[in-house]
């Protein structure tokens, strides 16, 4: 029994498979949910992560930059755990599904802002001549002059992040949160049968995966560039 | 004279080792057009750049409209300016690239309404009503709502004109305004330089390799040669008789290269 389910282990493979699906479509739900969670998260860090790294002041730039060194350079399993059970000592008691997709969008902040950066920084210093010679202030010239011509540009390359957190959100598993990787595992402790569920998880991970692919390809087809030039 | 809207004081731009200017004394009256040439390297472009504030200076001062441009006064000394007053000052100064730089995520109307609404805190109609003023003087009316992508970089540079004059300011630099246009396209965008000269009382400061407008258009000429100003003189002086011979070698090197 799991979620109100129970499976079929005495009409073959086929009906066990059937029976489980439901259980690993809630498992997938879960999936789903802390990806679009983490990379929410990872998109709006990450873009804080660059706007600092590309301050003028270093007292800004460089914390930045080490907080990013650091974020890339610790495994996220460390971050996961750190945060799981290292908060609560503080008195910050989040849920486990929250800790995990958080932790996720902050490993791939790191990653993120480099991406942001790179197209931060593909902007025509004209552009920066061209504002300041009008006198427009520092920072709507970063919100309104460069981000719209930066951001258009690394749409696929965020995307690509997208997929990559889907393809991590089994790692969350190891805090008790039950995405789909953990719930084929607790089918398979229950039933002995570890092959059905595991290998259903590698298809619906293919599909979605796919399906990410192509909805990252359809937003960046369909957003209005807008007089850019993409190169 | 009245007193000089620009005023470089002994002025020095140095890149490491590099001079570019090289203590330079150079003034221009109020609704004065000044035209800057000069070879490559001579530090002309680094005049408008440095006056529009995209480049610091390594010595010197530089009075614009009386006040000091990169130096604020403090007890009656000068110290160097912080960006508030920077902000102030950019405000008396235009200018238009040589590339343009138009903001191509914009519209036309948009690249014209931005700043005035942004920064000079102008209502949404009265920025539009300015721009639509602005689009009409430089003939592209009809375009307003195009992108500048899909306009040629004539009506581009002349979209440009019109950003820089949508702030209103005293004083219009023009950083080479036809270099990156195909020969055709070069006489439209004169056309609206040489509309402002004569129709306006901005005081203009260009810089250019087109020797036949400078010679039209200008009430004064400099030839600047490493960093400093070799000859100066009216236009008829300076292409008809110039005094110095770096001055008639180079001229007699444009006019080969045409």
Redesign the interface.
Known sequence: MLFGYSWDTSHGEWAFALSILPMLLRGLVVTIEASIVGFFVAMVIGLALAALKGARSRIVAWPAAFVTEFIRDTPLLVQLFFLYYVLPDYGIILPAFLTGALALGIQYSAYTSEVYRAGIEAV?P??H??A??????PR?TFT??VL??AVPRVIPALGNYLVSIMKDVPVLSVVTVLEMLNVAKIIGDQTFDYLVPLSMVGALYLILTLVASAIVRIVDVSLPK????LR | MTEPIIAFDKVVKRYGSHIVLDELDFSVAQGEKVTIIGPSGSGKSTVLRILMTLETISGGVIYVGGEPLWHERKNGDLAPAGEAHLRKMRTQLGMVFQQFNLFPHMTVLRNLTEAPRSVLGLSKAEAKARAEELLKLVGLTEHADKFPGQLSGGQQQRVGIARALAMRPRIMLFDEPTSALDPELVGEVLTVIRRLAEEHDLTMLLVTHEMRFAREISDRVCFFDKGKIREEGTPDEIFGNPREERTRQFLSAVREGK
């Open positions: 025509e004209g552009q001549e061209a300041k010679a009008l006198d427009i202030t709507r309104h002059i719209p011509q807008r007089g850019l030039s």
